[in-house]
């Protein structure tokens, strides 16, 4: 069946986090004199991954300590010090990265220079943008901001779905809205865990954007930047929809 609709992910997809959370919070664990090796963090950066889809180590969080609180983010900075292998360490640590976190991550919006060419280009080509992520607050005045509102069919957020992805509801709701069936549609996004693994079993075709290489092989198209899409869908795909 032809391509006729793109799914995207927002956050590490189409708007990335300048400086990344994960690299601060380590290049801080560095400054304190607990330096890591690759392998370490290569595993705590897939671990994040993880943890922010859903995992339920997350949810318990929430459920007990709240949203963006700062119980919470105690909770979060000592799972990944554990995760890292300094969790003999933890209890001297916790406090000082979450105290280093507040002062030093003051991130900012980027979108890359290829998201909005590319996306122009694929909506030329006929296709059905939409933007749909977990975030609980409504999408659109965020795409509005972002300079990304004209791109798309239709924006929309788990929160306001009530279906948080992995969950394959997420992506049924979203194609639903805008007349597409699943086998019809391509989700991108750079969470394996959420993106791949739930798009897949929604019965999507997932493209994981993964500059990192974090993921191995994930069995999937994987792209390093959004302006390779074009050239991933037609490899993944097999189709090239018409102009």
Known sequence: MALRAILFDLDGTLRHSVPNGFNTFTAILHDLGWPLDA?????GERWTHFYWSIAPEMIQDLEELGADTP????????R????????EHSAQLVDEVNRLMGERYKPVDRVPDDVRPTLLGLRARGLKLALV????EPLAPVAEALGLADLFELTVSAGELGSWKPAPQIFWMALERIGVAPEEAVYVGDNYHADVEGARNAGLTPVLIDPRGLFGEPGC???ATIGALPEALSL????????
């Open 39 to 43: 392998e370490c963090l290569r595993a």
């Open 71 to 78: 119980a919470f983010w105690s909770r979060y900075a000592r």
């Open 80 to 87: 990944q010090i554990e995760v890292l292998g300094l969790g």
């Open 133 to 136: 992520s977990n975030r609980s």
């Open 221 to 223: 198209a994987v792209i």
């Open 236 to 243: 993944a795909l097999h189709t090239t929809p018409a102009g």
